[in-house]
RNA sequence: GCACCCGUAGCUCAAUGGAUAGAGCAUUGGUCUUCGGAACCAAGGGUUAGAGGUUCGAGUCCUCUCGGGUGUACCA
């Protein structure tokens, strides 16, 4: 049974249209809540697009569904009158029944239905690389990711995070093999920094791309003896170098004990810094949750093999390829020197997914620059069959939760001024430390500790909340100024919210004053009680679109709904004791909502700011 | 070249094919005997890039054009 108007009313048009139109039995009752309240709050469009199939006129069509509608029970009575236009029938819950369903959310778990109950889904997020810090590139993963977890795991999904490091391959291992070099030159391993990784792998990176081209112009333009030597040297470096990082690379496959432990230094140094900063991000990421490249390395040359004798994976130019229909690049699984690519990786994330982890849907979140990626993997995955549980009847879910990128004030990708990634913690220090001064500012009464927590709280929802409010698929302007801002679609604004209610909760509770029986009144009273019905709804098509900004949305206008509650209708001094012990639990229910929605955004909750 | 994504108010963003396209910021003007004003209410501001088409009905779906971004066999 589910409380939530929209859902029930959906009910009861079907059955009128199956009562009055058997032969069209079936058809969408398209029944929504209206955008326009003096529309009324609930509205149903069936009538237009019935009369079509009936050959009827519309409005004909809509007095017929008005009278087979059975919803007297939740609201205003039907007539004529209450069809509008070329056929819109616009319905007004009743006040007591609207109390009934308030009552019915307030048990439980909101009434949210469980749709994903008995499902396993496997969500990508995260995807840091070995020997590098976490930057803005890593961000939007995170945190989409792992709102997106939470949100199915709210309506009953077994949710299984999976982040899939970059660990191995080439960089890795020229970083290992700089950082034994480094130790055989006397540095202590044991007080490795990932600032200093990442100084070896940049070090590291140089010298491989040192400049073959430039060698190749120096000698086509004839620039000289002189030039042509130095370049030479260098290049030589870098190829004495990258042979070396070829061989620690073959020491690391075949799982050689000195390289292994270098390499495991480097694994413990920059999982540790990624989970901090996760952790402070509120963002649930640990190391069970770690599903490396390296994991998967043993896997790749009979993954390639079994491809290759089933038919599925071809030669193609030296290399072996899977063609998938529809798109014209093929999938390329093994290059012409005999390597693995991501792509082999990837094939075989999704194989142990789905028919190891059991998963029905596998939702990856990253970049969408990826998508061709990603649209080749899962085409290739799904020809190879590894895409299906065994036993079932097609395939699981592939899902690409791409998303757009960060970008500056300039509408460039967000960067430092020097061009480099911004660090996630510079990031989200910085947003702390605004947040720190703002509430020095207004709250000086709060001791340092609690002043720390709250500006923590509130840094860390700026961002996040900033990160997940507008569309998943767009790039979004980064901007500290408007993120912390204290009015307006924020973060910073629903945790005052949240201040608010439980504010009001904290003394009525000191004053002895209690809940009661909900009465509704006022319009603010009407508009906060509907809002409330809508979140399992809201919820669900989270879970279904995977587009959290409307989590968001919802939030934001619940939150505004409640401030014009709070502005016109005064709880603790309002005129009767019943007045008070209606609007006290209205409120109480507000807070469990918001509490709820935020906690389900991955944004942590306060309660003074 | 081809493929994918995007184009909505001055700015940042919304809008399951539904009625007069909505918010916030900024601008202008109101509200206070403050359950915390970090608030609330209101006004102005739009040819939804453009042109066709489908539909009872299009910001949304289809085609084309323009503009921006991204990706395009052997990096991850």
């Known amino acids: 049974m589910s409380f939530d108007p929209l859902v029930i009313l959906t009910e009861r048009f079907a059955q009128a249209i199956a009562s009055a139109f058997p032969q069209a039995a079936g058809a969408d009752p398209m029944v929504s809540a209206s955008r326009n309240p003096k529309f009324g709050e609930f509205q149903c469009n069936a009538a237009m697009t019935l009369a079509k199939t009936l050959g009827q006129p519309p409005r004909e069509v ?10 007297a029970d939740i609201a205003e009575p039907l007539s004529e009158a209450s069809i509008a236009g070329p056929g819109f029938i616009n319905i007004t819950l009743r006040p007591d029944a609207l109390v009934g369903l308030l009552k019915s959310i307030t048990t439980e778990d909101f009434g949210i239905e ?21 930057h803005v590139g890593h961000l939007r993963s995170c945190i989409i990711g792992d709102t997106l977890a939470r949100v199915l795991a709210r309506v009953g999904y077994a949710v ?47 010298e491989a791309d040192a400049d073959t081209r430039g060698l190749a112009a120096v000698r086509r333009f004839g620039l000289g003896p002189k030039a042509a030597a130095e370049l030479e040297e260098q290049v030589a470096g870098a190829e004495e170098s990258l042979t070396r990082a070829k061989r620690v690379l073959l020491d690391l496959q075949s799982h050689e004990p000195t390289a292994m432990r270098f390499w495991q230094r480097i694994v413990d140094v920059t999982m540790d810094a990624c989970i901090k900063t996760c952790a402070r991000l509120n963002v649930i990421v640990t190391r069970e949750h770690s599903a490396g490249e390296s994991s998967y390395a043993e ?9 290759l004798s089933r038919g599925v994976a071809e030669a193609s130019e030296g290399a072996l390829v899977v063609r998938v229909d529809g798109i014209d690049e093929p999938c390329i699984i093994r290059k012409t020197d005999g390597a693995f690519l991501y792509a082999t990786t990837d094939i075989a994330a999704i194989r142990r997914r789905v028919q190891k982890l059991g998963a029905d849907r596998v939702i990856y979140c990253v970049d969408q620059r990826q998508g061709l990626h990603f649209r080749q993997v899962f085409a290739a995955a799904v020809k190879a069959g590894y895409a299906t549980r065994p036993g079932a009847q097609g395939p699981s879910e592939l899902q690409h939760a791409g998303f757009g990128m960060v970008l500056g004030d300039d509408g460039r990708p967000f960067k430092t001024r020097s061009g480099d990634n911004v660090k996630l913690s510079d990031l989200v220090d910085e947003a702390v430390e605004r947040a720190r001064r703002v509430v020095q500012e207004t709250s000086p009464e709060l001791s340092p500790a609690a002043r720390d927590r709250v500006a923590e709280a509130v840094g860390v929802a700026a961002i996040k909340y900033a990160d997940l409010s507008s569309d998943r698929v767009k790039d979004y302007v980064f901007n500290f100024d408007r993120m912390l801002a204290f009015q307006g679609n924020t973060g910073p604004y629903l945790l005052y919210a949240l201040v608010r209610v439980r504010q009001i909760l904290h003394k009525a509770s000191k004053a002895g004053i209690s809940p009661g029986a909900i009465s509704i009144a006022a319009s603010e009273e009407k508009t906060l009680a509907l809002h409330m019905l809508r979140y399992p709804g809201v919820l669900l098509s989270v879970a279904q679109s995977l587009e959290p900004h409307r989590l968001c949305t919802y939030l934001y206008e619940l939150c505004a709904s ?10 603790l001094n309002a005129e009767t004791d019943a007045l008070k012990a209606s609007r006290l639990a209205l409120c109480a229910l507000t807070e469990r909502v918001l509490a709820d929605a935020l906690t389900t955004l991955g944004i942590k909750l306060i309660d003074q700011m």
């Open 114 to 134: 469980r749709v994903g109950a008995g499902k396993t889904v496997v969500v990508d997020l995260c995807g840091v690389n070995l020997a590098k810090e976490m």
């Open 562 to 571: 409640f401030s014009a509650f709070y502005d016109k209708c005064h709880v």
């Open 160 to 206: 299984i995070r999976q982040n899939h490091v970059g660990d191995w391959g080439l960089p890795i291992a020229m970083v290992t093999a700089k950082l034994m070099d480094a130790a055989a030159a006397g540095r202590d391993i044991a007080e490795l920094s990932l600032d200093d990784l990442e100084t070896l792998y940049r070090s590291a990176k140089v």
């Open 62 to 71: 809509a007095k017929a569904l008005v009278s087979a509608a059975k919803i």
């Open 299 to 307: 896997e790749l040359a009979p993954l390639v093999a079994d491809l």
